[in-house]
T-cell receptor
């Protein structure tokens, strides 16, 4: 059965800090790795990663995939209170299998 | 296009009753997915469709759950003889298909409470 594990489960930081969120996966017929941000309601799509070693960047967020070691990281630099959310990682192999998320709290 | 729509937003039902939820995906998306999410957990896969064909259904899903996508447009998810353990947020998502896959666009969800 496909499995996605995220760490840490939760993280509390202060504004301006940099954070790294981790995602490891064991997936049959792996196609891509996706990151989502979930605030109060439904998850919203952040990144899709398909190739090892190629960083995807959007503003202060960046992500990279290691297909040999089967993990991905999501970095957020200069965190803001608006970054507070649950960050979900998902594998894509036809359907997506989600991890349980990392709850990030950014304090002013 | 207004995105993925789900109806109703909230549903409270008594144990043993049947409930049906509706999802309208983004019109050009040919894949539609149903997930269930409880507090502190990531979305759990239930089933998905490509056009009108149901391609996969979770082995964890009991026979009380059924989903349809007639004509490859909107989808319905029915839960028969609801149990308290069915209380959760039911999320629908849609995407394009092909290649390495695409990110999902989620609806706002239907929150089910079984009392």
């Amino acid at each position: 059965e496909d499995k996605v594990v995220q760490s840490p489960l939760s993280l509390v930081v202060h504004e301006g800090d940099t954070v790294t969120l981790n995602c490891s996966y064991e997936v049959t017929n792996f196609r891509s790795l996706l990151w989502y941000k979930q605030e109060k309601k439904a998850p919203t799509f952040l990144f899709m990663l398909t190739s090892s070693g190629i960083e995807k960047k959007s503003g202060r967020l960046s992500s990279i995939l290691d297909k040999k070691e089967l993990f991905s990281i999501l970095n957020i630099t200069a965190t803001q209170t608006g970054d507070s959310a649950v960050y979900l990682c998902a594998s894509n192999a036809g359907k997506s299998t989600f991890g349980d998320g990392t709850t990030l709290t950014v304090k002013p | 296009d207004t995105g993925v729509s789900q109806d109703p937003r909230h549903k409270i039902t008594k144990r043993g009753q049947n409930v049906t939820f509706r999802c309208d995906p983004i019109s050009e998306h040919n894949r539609l997915y149903w997930y269930r999410q409880t507090l502190g957990q990531g979305p759990e896969f239930l089933t998905y469709f490509q056009n009108e064909a149901q391609l996969e259904k979770s082995r964890l899903l009991s026979d009380r759950f059924s989903a349809e996508r007639p004509k490859g447009s909107f989808s319905t998810l029915e839960i028969q003889r609801t149990e308290q353990g069915d209380s959760a947020m039911y999320l629908c998502a849609s995407s394009l298909t092909g290649g390495r896959g695409y990110g999902y666009t989620f609806g706002s969800g239907t929150r089910l409470t079984v009392v």
